[in-house]
């Protein structure tokens, strides 16, 4: 057997991560439970000498809170390198069985107006808990289709999301148009999931939302319902790398389940995607934040011409200002970059 590696000063042992763990009275308590041990057996471990059994070590990664879950894995991974499989294994996120009853329930009982809002927040919910179970930062949401105009659809807007620290825990507030030019926008229009390991080393997808400088890697993976597409569910993470193939299946699999918060109107056949560039999210924020003035501008205008606009319908007419705008915008801005791009080539 292996002699666990007892760590270095940049990098503790595990048993050093397990003795600032058990510093609180209430989570050494809570782990011995969780364990099926004595707090003196637990008290032990966090000694050199101590050598528990590999089952135990293997439940003790699962049941430390989330916030120490990743420090107290990459402890164990070096202390027991031979048994990176089985630890791996141990934390496989699924998604619980619990969940689809619960989308199914709320499918068949809340009423049509606010069935979106209730499916869309639990599913973006259990997507960012599963995705990120370590609480590492990362943001999940949903990138819809714009209503089609001269039956193509030119632009993808963020709807509400979820986020970890970095990023707030509702998005809503932070929500941008995606283009030709997105992660985002890649998936939607060759119609299959795709990720960015690295964003900063990444040259044609760049974009996810706003502020970029926060997310390192990406995935996307596109919403469709009956051959027809609505966008794509779209996440974005602090670390790099983290969209492996396991995690890749996972936003596959919220995709189809998001389908659910949609009503079929929604998706749209994929020969009307013609996505366009969209300026960078920083280019955006002047004409989103002028969204509120433009809804009761059209509703103001609509009640003086006697027809007047509802909210809903006011709002929508609002949004295609700001995407009529942001196409402009992005025109003379795509135009530049590809000039840019030709003269470095």
């Not at 670390?239 to 749209?268: C, G, K, V, W």
């Not at 920083?282 to 989103?288: F, K, M, Y």
């Not at 705008?325 to 000039?339: D, F, M, N, V, Y």
């Amino acid at each position: 057997m292996p002699h666990p590696n007892p760590g270095t000063q940049d990098q503790p042992g595990w048993q050093a991560v397990l003795q600032k763990i058990i510093q609180s009275p209430k989570e050494r308590q809570r782990l011995a439970t969780a364990l099926g041990i004595n707090i003196i057996t637990l008290s032990r471990w966090v000694k050199a000498d101590s050598h528990p059994q590999r089952s135990y070590l293997l439940r003790l990664v699962k049941v430390v809170q989330p916030i120490h879950r990743s420090e107290m894995l990459s402890a164990l991974l070096r202390a027991y390198p031979d048994m990176h499989d089985k630890f791996m294994e141990e934390i496989a996120e699924t998604v619980p069985s619990s969940f689809f009853r619960q989308i199914l329930r709320d499918r068949a009982s809340i009423i049509e107006t606010l069935r979106p809002w209730q499916i869309s927040g639990t599913v973006l919910n259990e997507a960012l808990k599963l995705l990120d179970p370590h609480q590492l930062g990362m943001a999940v949401t949903a990138a819809l289709c714009m209503p089609p105009v001269d039956d193509k659809i030119r632009s993808l807007r963020e709807h509400g999301g979820r986020g970890h620290a970095p990023w707030s825990s509702d998005l809503e507030q932070k929500a941008v148009f995606l283009g030709l030019n997105s992660l985002a926008g890649h998936a939607v229009i060759f119609g299959r999931a795709a990720s960015v390991p690295d964003v900063r080393k990444e040259r044609y997808i760049p974009v996810f939302g706003y502020p970029t400088d926060w997310e390192i890697s990406a995935g996307a993976a596109p919403i469709w319902l009956q051959g027809r597409i609505a966008g794509c569910l779209l996440a974005a993470s602090l670390q790099p790398e983290h969209f492996t193939q396991e995690r890749m299946d996972l936003l596959i699999t919220f995709a189809s389940i998001f389908s659910l918060a949609l009503n079929p109107d929604e998706f749209y056949d994929h020969r009307a995607v013609q996505l366009r560039y969209i300026p960078q999210p920083s280019q955006q924020q002047d004409s989103l934040r002028s969204f509120r003035q433009r809804v009761t501008r059209l509703m103001t205008e609509s009640a003086r011409q006697g027809s007047p606009l509802s909210n809903a319908e006011a709002e929508k007419c609002a949004w295609q200002e700001i995407e009529e705008e942001l196409l402009l915008i992005g025109q003379s801005s795509g135009e530049e970059e590809a000039l840019q791009n030709h003269r470095g080539e």
